[in-house]
């Protein structure tokens, strides 16, 4: 219980310490509102700078990593099947 109140002075003395170092606003109309407006800004400019840099990242990465195209792992295969082909004389092609 004793830490229980404890931590509802150091509360208060912190809000008492923020009340004489915040600067004063009261000239500006809907003061509170004001600086809530101020403080979700804030936190929606950070949320996107950092959603901006992850797309661009993201980006980075995918275009590192992104698979090759189907042709050209046929081309290897096929030149393969051409020099196994090379080996076997005409008639068995014709043959078979």
Known sequence: MESIK????DWSDACEYA????PDLSFLPGE?????????AV?????????RSLRAHMA???????????????????AVLDRARAFFPT???KAA
């Open 6 to 9: 404890t931590w509802f002075q």
């Open 60 to 78: 980075a990465i995918a275009a590192t990593y992104a698979p090759q195209p189907a042709v050209e792992a046929h081309e290897g295969l096929n």
């Open 91 to 93: 008639a068995l092609k």
């Open 43 to 51: 936190c929606f400019f950070v949320w996107w700078w950092n959603e």
């Open 32 to 40: 509170p509102f004001t600086a809530l407006f101020g403080v979700a």
């Open 19 to 22: 009340k004489e170092c915040a």
